[in-house]
């Protein structure tokens, strides 16, 4: 689909194994440093689910307004443009808005926030379809509470989550998910030494990052930080400067 209808030419296999692992299994975690088309690849997952399946939903949260609209639904709407360029079929109308997508009843993408879903059990509960999607970006920040509405929705015959984030926090659904094998995730990770910028030493794609950040990272912080270990290799921080027992102890 990214090669042959949306004629992308950046695909890298980090972003491939994401969109993969969406259409594989059924719950999916990118841990992952900087700048590594996360975001990017759930852009291209959002609008490749809902022209797979019919009928179809794609719900999208975060935990910010300009996350959903200027992270999310940016992504989604560069890939549905792209579609318009590249499709040999009339797209009807102007389906796009600033937080959805939609083709037609019962089938179709939007956006909330973690702060619209509340505190309460019912907000997502009401979004069923035979075939759902559910995207978590920065699910590092993501309260519990959202994780149990999402886990809801895991009813229907056809479903697939997708959590996106930097591993910063210790603690946490999110940490969890990426850990402990009894969640059912298949994890994937990211640093930010397998982008084709930093193995090639030159800007091979464009946004992707690139040895600079490395550098400066390694430089400012050093390899034994945990931003080293959550920014730049897409790993959970084995330590902190203020445990008695270190981390890295209590998982093994």
Known sequence: FSRDVLQ?????????KIIASVFQNRRTAVKSGHSLSKDWAAGIIALQWLLTFHPSKVICTAPKFDQVTKIIFEEISKQFHRLQETSPYPIAG??????????????????????????????FMGYKSPNLLVIMTEAQDIPDNIYDQVYGL???????????????????????????????????????????????????????????????????????????????????????????????????
């Not at 992308?8 to 491939?16: I, P, S, V």
């Not at 939609?102 to 019912?122: D, I, K």
């Not at 930010?192 to 091979?204: A, I, R, T």
Request: aromatic fraction near 14%; glycine fraction near 12%.
């Open 8 to 16: 992308l030419d950046t695909m890298w296999w980090g972003a491939e």
């Open 94 to 123: 102007d389906p796009l808005t600033k937080t959805g997508l939609q083709f037609g009843p019962e089938w179709y993408a939007f956006g909330m926030t973690t702060r619209e879903a509340g505190t309460g059990m019912g907000k």
């Open 154 to 252: 895991t009813t229907s015959p056809n479903f697939s989550i997708l959590e996106i984030g930097n591993p910063i926090l210790v603690s946490g659904r999110f940490w969890e998910h990426c850990t402990n094998p009894k969640w059912g995730y298949n994890v994937i990770t990211l640093s930010c030494m397998d982008s084709p910028n930093v193995v090639e030493g030159y800007e091979k794609i464009p946004g992707l990052v690139g040895r600079p950040f490395v550098e400066d990272m390694r430089r400012i912080w050093g390899e034994s930080h945990p931003f080293w270990y959550s920014r730049g290799l897409g790993e959970f921080p084995q330590s902190s400067s203020k445990a008695l027992i270190p981390l890295e102890w209590i998982m093994r």
